[in-house]
């Protein structure tokens, strides 16, 4: 039941991406998003087995990197945390399914549009339920792979491939920090798997694991488009595709969330409450810079300031 969970969002993904033809623009609304809904129902029933009933589980499907110390294996753990973040990820994700449902009736591409969709959830959800560093970045990446698909949907627009590059390359800034806090969480501990990890924190030198700590909340600061790095925010509204954008701004803010835990499991308590702090408050000044909806736009669909639409008229004769 706990790999349905992971696996029904990418089946979903493969057959709309895949066989987007054969079965049709509404077959493929059926699939992605019954697949959703059913894997909700399975998040809520191990919400109940695991965070309810306190029995968390383990899913370790065999070994995947072996060299000298490093040893890495296709682990997925189901706990408290884990079941707590399945439930708005897919529940979140299943409502912008049936939103987009009606919202792109009128687009011809919409098989790859539901199939992108479920593959940014299945991500999500690997990037949630890892049972060590090296799953959740798989995750990570695999988000922001995902991520330029849906912002470089309508690919022949040049200021769609120009937002999607941009946001592209600065999460790569993101990405670069948490590669390094792993190599040095490694360095540290001698392994990436949460449960080593966390049972020997209190044991390891304080300055260490706050170096690490802010290595892990650069990256999260990159991915979730905080102040500073932000640029690449504005320019991912191209286009029509809200509802791939509130998907992601949900998910990056449950990616903080769990960055966030992790913090505290390095036993730094006083320094994730610092984190936490500074996170809110970057929130603050970013959340104005987003695009509205009701911003206007160009015949192109590019939001332009109102300044600029009053003044774009023509002369004739």
């Known amino acids: 039941m ?17 066989l987007g033809r054969k079965i049709g623009v509404s077959g493929s609304h059926i699939i992605t998003t019954g697949c959703l809904l059913l894997s909700s129902i ?29 040893n890495v294996n296709w682990e997925f753990s189901f706990d408290s945390l884990t079941v707590s973040m399945l439930i708005p990820v897919l529940y979140v994700s299943t409502l912008v399914h049936v939103y987009s449902i009606s919202y792109m009736s009128s687009d011809p591409h919409n098989q790859r549009f539901f199939s992108y969709l479920s593959l940014f959830t299945f991500f999500m959800l690997i990037l949630v339920s890892g049972g060590n560093y090296l799953v959740l970045f ?5 988000i922001g792979v ?13 200021q769609a491939n120009k937002a999607a590059i941009l946001a592209f390359t600065m999460n ?30 209190p044991y390891m ?29 504005p320019g991912s509204m191209e286009g029509k595709l809200y509802s791939k954008k509130l998907l992601i701004i949900i998910y990056f803010l449950i990616i903080f969330t769990t960055l966030y835990i992790n913090y505290i499991n390095l036993n730094q308590q006083f320094y994730a409450e610092t984190i936490w702090f500074y996170n809110n408050l970057l929130t603050c000044f970013t959340i104005p810079i987003i695009p509205h909806k009701n911003m206007p736009r160009n015949k192109l669909g590019q939001f332009v300031s109102r300044k600029q639409k009053k003044c774009s008229f023509t002369f004739k004769g």
């Open 146 to 158: 995902a991520s330029y698909l849906l912002i470089n949907f309508w690919y022949t627009r040049l």
């Open 172 to 201: 790569r800034f993101g990405d670069m920090s948490l590669t390094i806090s792993f190599f040095a969480i490694f360095f540290l501990f001698g392994s990436l798997d949460y449960t080593t990890v966390f049972s020997l924190s």
């Open 42 to 70: 399975l998040a809520s029933v191990a919400y109940y087995e695991v965070g309810l009933s306190a029995s968390p589980v383990i899913i370790n499907l065999g070994s995947w990197v072996e060299s000298e110390l490093l």
């Open 2 to 18: 706990y790999l349905s969970i992971l696996v029904l969002p990418l089946l979903g993904s493969i057959v709309s991406g895949f």
């Open 205 to 233: 030198n304080e300055t260490a694991l706050t170096i690490i700590a802010l290595l892990l909340l650069v990256g999260a600061m990159a991915k979730s488009s905080q102040i500073g790095l932000h640029s690449w925010l």
């Open 138 to 142: 798989l995750g990570w990446e695999g």
